[in-house]
């Protein structure tokens, strides 16, 4: 029962450095998304994704890309990491966003210095 | 834009107290409404929510929704320590779940 995987669990960046988190889902879910958790801040969705092929921006798009090439997997790439991009990420998925509850990956603890 | 607020921000009391925990919310093509309980690491589910006036129950834990008032509350009974956790309300929109702020909740012996 694997569930929601979410790679690495912890990373330590450098401003300007790129890396990938990864995230994988073995539930034949549709929907696919990324948060990050800021202290009170709760979760603010970055991107969002209703199947393959498909992807589209949250709250907090901006620094962030991802894909979805197959109904797996979704990625979070940080093109050009910055300190304000020190948080928690949780990967996230569901059958469909319509009433089933998501799923959440063990998160990322992301520092950028 | 789809907007989720909770209250209280934090909240102390000690165990044996019952326990409010508010969320409203204003989103486009509301779907349903869930809360989760976050201890350490990921958020785990508690209740989905889509009528109004249907309560929840699952032991010491209920909630309900009120879709006039767009609003939801979470009650915890007889709190004990192992309560203590930030409790997240979200609302299922037509393509987003949106996350409230969350309720930090501390139970003292």
């Known amino acids: 029962n694997a569930g929601v995987t979410q790679t690495p669990k912890f990373q330590v960046l450098k401003t300007g450095q790129s890396m990938t988190l990864q995230c994988a889902q073995d539930?034949?879910?549709?929907?696919m998304s990324w948060y990050r958790q800021d202290p009170g801040m709760g979760l603010r969705l970055i991107h969002y994704s209703v199947g393959a092929g498909i992807t589209d921006q949250g709250e907090v798009p901006n620094g962030y890309n991802v894909s979805r090439s197959t109904t797996e997997d979704f990625p979070l790439r940080l093109l050009s990491a910055a300190p304000s991009q020190t948080s928690v990420y949780f990967c996230?998925?569901?059958?469909?966003?319509?009433?089933?509850?998501?799923?959440f990956g063990q998160g990322t603890r992301l520092t950028v210095v | 834009e789809d907007k989720v607020v909770q209250s209280p921000l934090s909240l102390v009391v000690h165990e044996g107290d019952t326990v409010t925990l508010n969320c409203s919310y204003e989103?486009?093509?509301?779907?349903?409404l869930l809360w989760y309980k976050q201890e350490k690491k990921a958020p785990t589910f508690l209740f989905m929510l889509?009528?109004?006036?249907i309560e929840k129950k699952s032991g010491r834990l209920s909630s309900i929704l009120d879709k006039k008032e767009l609003s939801s509350i979470l009650n915890i009974t007889a709190t004990q320590t192992g309560d203590s956790a930030i409790y997240l309300c979200a609302v299922a929109g037509a393509q987003k779940l949106v996350f409230g702020q969350g309720t930090r909740l501390t139970i003292n012996p």
């Open positions: 889509t009528s109004s006036g």
């Open positions: 539930m034949n879910h549709e929907y």
């Open positions: 989103v486009t093509n509301f779907r349903s």
């Open positions: 996230a998925s569901s059958y469909t966003v319509l009433n089933t509850e998501a799923f």
